[in-house]
């Protein structure tokens, strides 16, 4: 009995330990006290004000009221402390107007029925602190009240750790970054309008959540939404007008503390060195700005020749859906550009990806010699490098920790650089996604270098034709990839309706220029046919399938990579079409036929069967590799060698409007592919 009574007295004294500590643990909330800014008047335990500098150094609840021109709120605390903010109005000349060196957790309640302002200076004392609203710890801001930030020195709302908004309404207007978390920013409501001048409205080091809530986020230099991790929405009202990419991950370069000084370089320098020049040059390419005049917009991932200069010496024969001119030496006289090709950059504009390095913070494409060339699949890319090189360029690791996934909400996109960028993966599980450019055909409206996988929601995007990419994996619904003939003005209206019935299933008129229209929602059925409908006038009729449906003649260049899901409506111009496992093969020279052989454009072939690509000027001799297999062929010579040994091919690789032309049926067999050929439909299909 007594070692039975022993052991209640014990539970007891736990639980009552337990309780105790519970206490405790709220017991700053006990603490309860008002700051007066008007008359400098404050209650409650750990509160003093003393020279326009209200200071808090225990942990408890206080309401805020009344203007302080000149100072700030200073807490340094080890408990967790609340703002109720009532009313409030702060101004520091000198420093952030709320400054929480030290709490536990920060907590700000934004009163219902109040309006409250925190104004910093453009310069700071204490440059530990770089935002009006500053948080050293977790930081969590609620209430059903109004907020306006003026963040002059850097940030509006700067966290070293975690941010949470869960409601009330905010207005920020920054000359960096409107909300920067150093680790994780999540949103859950509330509505957020938030004006960058050089940074982005909202900014996280590791992680963006995004669940509820109104957001208005623009950017006039930079990008709208940016993670260093993932990025997730799964619900909410966003809209993104951003100078450069409107919602992005995995900017590696991307300073610790998010200063826009150490992460991008405005007017000249790079974002992102990443394959930097030796002795960390900065690239002859600075920002748009070439050396020896403008280059063209990169086709088929290759970048032209840098002052003569390719890797290990060689000279790219193709540009154009990876051709190039094989007379150019990558330098024109007198520093002209280069002349005309498909895809060109309007205007002089910098090409994509110069040197190995990449414009708008994508990262540089891993380079074999030539090409890129890991674990790209066919049927992935609109555009080729599309501002982060061939989707499955990084690992299944890098993939997931720059992911970007989107499961819900209403999203609207401007964007001058890509709409959606992902250095990682991009999902597209639902919501309604609409995104308005680029209008520079070196970035594209969708970007991933990952996988980019739609498994539903609805998706419409418009913009310039060049390095879109669809998606790899997309099984659920038809996605059409429409390639119009040439660019529409903007607010030219594109519909898309079935031809049986006339019903219109999709009407949009794009803010911007555009030629390619990336449609896929529930709305379109496989199996079901549409006709396209441009400023009125039909462009195209396709029957959909489940997959990607390249529509159109794409003789724009890179839009259509090396292939798309669908078959739904062919190149009128294409006479042969060719399918590497199902994916179409885009070329930008039609096949020919020569000796009742099919020639076709050795690059995008070569990289549609996996191979790796080299190219020898001076011997006009083209390479490929794959699996312990070498190749030769050279222009005008029937005589190819496998591993080394000679061997005879029906017809000799031609040189037609600067693209390299080889047999389709001998390179594929002899890499293991089977070839049929359907003489009906006039497709070549390789397995």
Request: hydrophobic share 30%; glycine share 14%.
């Amino acid at each position: 009995m007594r070692k039975i009574f022993s052991i209640i007295l014990c539970v007891m004294i736990s639980l009552s330990c337990s309780a105790c500590s519970a206490a405790d643990g709220e017991a700053w909330k006990n603490n309860t006290g008002k700051i007066d800014l008007d008359s400098m008047t404050v209650s409650g335990s750990g509160v003093s004000a003393s020279n326009d500098t209200v200071t808090i150094t225990k942990g408890g609840d206080f309401e805020v009221s009344g203007t302080l021109s000149d100072g700030m709120i200073y807490i340094n605390s080890d408990d967790k402390v609340k703002l109720r903010l009532s009313g409030a109005s702060i101004t520091n000349n000198d420093g952030p107007a709320i400054y929480f060196d030290n709490a536990e957790k920060a907590f700000i309640t934004i009163t219902e029925g109040t309006e409250n302002t925190l104004t910093d200076g453009k310069t700071y004392s204490d440059e530990n602190a770089d935002g009006a609203l500053f948080s050293n710890d977790d930081l969590e801001i609620k209430g059903g009240g109004k907020l306006t930030i003026s963040g002059n020195y850097k940030h509006g709302i700067a966290g070293d750790d975690d941010v949470v908004i869960e409601n009330g309404t905010i207005s920020i207007n920054s000359y960096e970054h409107g909300i920067k978390a150093n680790d994780k920013l999540w949103v859950s409501g509330g509505e957020i309008t938030a004006v960058s001048e050089t940074g982005k409205p909202m900014k996280a080091g590791a992680e963006v959540l995004i669940d509820g809530g109104t957001l208005n986020l623009t950017s006039t230099q930079s990008e709208g939404i940016e993670s260093k991790g993932t990025l997730t929405i799964n619900g909410g009202e966003i809209n993104v007008t951003a100078a450069d990419d409107g919602i992005n991950t995995g900017n590696e370069n991307t300073a610790a503390d998010g200063n826009v000084g150490e992460q991008q370089m405005q007017g000249g320098q790079p974002r992102e060195m990443n394959g930097q020049m030796p002795d960390g040059q900065a690239p002859p390419e600075m920002n748009g700005q070439a050396q020896n005049g403008a280059q063209p917009q990169m086709q088929g991932g290759q970048p032209p020749e840098m002052n003569g200069q390719m890797p290990d010496g060689q000279t790219p024969p193709e540009m154009n859906g990876g051709q190039m001119p094989p007379e150019m030496s990558g330098q024109m006289p007198d520093g002209q550009t280069p002349p005309e090709m498909s895809g060109q950059m309007p205007d002089g504009q910098m090409p994509h990806e110069m040197n190995g390095q990449m414009q708008n913070g994508d990262r540089q494409a891993e380079m074999s010699g030539d090409i890129p060339r890991a674990s790209f699949e066919p049927g992935q890319r609109h555009g080729g490098m599309g501002g982060g090189g061939p989707e499955g360029m990084i690992d299944e690791e890098t993939a997931a920790a720059h992911a970007i996934t989107i499961n819900g909400g209403k999203i609207y996109v401007n964007a001058g650089g890509d709409g959606i960028d992902s250095n990682g993966n991009l999902t597209i599980n639902g919501g309604e996604l609409t995104i308005d450019g680029p209008t520079n055909a070196g970035n594209g409206s969708l970007d991933a270098q990952g996988t980019f996988a739609l498994n539903g929601g609805t998706v419409i995007a418009a913009s310039a034709a060049g390095m879109n990419q669809n998606p790899s994996v997309c099984e659920n619904q038809p996605y059409a990839a429409i390639n119009l003939s040439a660019s529409q003005t903007a607010g030219t209206e594109i519909s898309i309706r079935e031809t049986a019935s006339g019903n219109e299933i999709v009407k949009y008129a794009p803010s911007k220029a555009y030629q390619t229209i990336a449609y896929s929602s529930d709305k379109l059925k496989a199996g079901t046919e549409y006709a396209v409908y441009v400023g009125g006038e039909q462009a195209e009729i396709f029957t959909a399938q489940n997959g990607v449906n390249q529509i159109g003649t794409a003789a724009f260049g890179m839009f259509g990579g090396h292939g798309s899901g669908g078959r739904g409506m062919r190149d009128l111009n294409q006479e042969i079409t060719v399918f590497v496992n199902g994916s179409r093969v885009n070329f930008p020279t039609a096949p020919v036929t020569r000796n009742d052989t099919t020639l076709v454009g050795f690059r995008a072939i070569l990289e549609a069967l996996g191979a790796s690509v080299t190219w020898d000027d001076a011997s006009q001799t083209a390479t490929a590799e794959k699996d312990g297999t070498v190749i030769t062929m050279t222009i005008g010579s029937t005589t190819a060698t496998i591993n080394g040994e000679p061997v005879e091919m029906l017809a000799a690789p031609e040189l037609i409007n600067d693209i390299t032309l080889i047999p389709v049926r001998f390179i594929s067999e002899n890499l293991g592919m089977t070839v049929e050929w359907n003489e009906q439909l006039k497709e070549i299909n390789i397995y």
